[in-house]
């Protein structure tokens, strides 16, 4: 299967295009000048992953993020930034790449997040099913696709069920940064996580919040 990727990018970008060698790498490359097109296009499209390229909007993109992230909470998305753009700032993308890079750096993160070899990698947990590599989770009779952020999240909870995580290691084993200044993305992607897997995220059965402290995942 060929991988549909939606690009993002404005006409103000001092550089060359990145969806020219894209798209002679064998992907299906839909580009659109801006987040709203990107929105009008995702349905029609159904595109694998969405790469903004922030950098060519003169802008960094965080915005963008969120319009999509309210959208659809399953899809990768790749954010390329400018050199001016502060790296600490905490972005919904799965992965932000800082200009100046190559195009095989962006080809090897579009690797990770686009498997398509069958995966033996499974982690369990109760009646949770988690494929890591292809990640989906399997719960009674959904089937749903993760995106990697929040398979690494919820994995992290189902390797240790009932042990309580702090907000602040959670943030840090999951975003893979000593940065914890602003965790409210965490809440975000808690949220996400229990749409995903519970009848009724309101009152969660299985991802529980521990008032002051952080989550535990409860199997009882």
């Not at 002679?24 to 694998?48: I, Q, T, Y």
């Amino acid at each position: 299967m060929v991988a549909k990727i939606l690009v993002i990018e404005g006409k103000r970008a001092e550089r060359a295009s990145f969806v020219g060698g894209l798209a002679k790498k064998g992907f299906r490359v839909v580009s659109v000048p801006s987040g709203n097109a990107a929105l009008a296009r995702l349905e029609r499209e159904s595109p694998n992953l969405v790469i903004i390229d922030a950098d060519s909007m003169r802008t960094s993109g965080k915005r963008i993020c969120q319009s999509l992230r309210t959208t659809t909470m399953h899809l990768p998305i790749v954010l390329i930034v400018g050199e001016t753009v502060d790296m600490k700032e905490v972005f919904d993308a799965d992965v932000v790449l800082q200009l100046p890079f190559t195009l095989q750096k962006l080809l090897n993160r579009l690797k990770m997040l686009l498997p398509l070899k069958p995966s033996n990698d499974v982690v369990k947990a109760g009646p949770i099913e988690l494929d890591t590599t292809q990640r989906f989770v399997h719960l009674g009779e959904k089937h749903i696709s993760l995106t990697p952020r929040l398979v690494r999240l919820l994995q992290a909870l189902m390797e240790k069920p009932g042990v309580v995580f702090e907000r602040e290691d959670l943030f840090r084993y999951v975003w893979e940064t000593e940065y914890t200044g602003d965790t409210r993305t965490l809440d975000v992607h808690v949220s996400w996580l229990r749409n995903a897997l519970e009848e009724d995220p309101r009152h969660p059965d299985y991802i529980k919040t521990v008032r002051g402290v952080g989550y535990r995942l409860d199997l009882d």
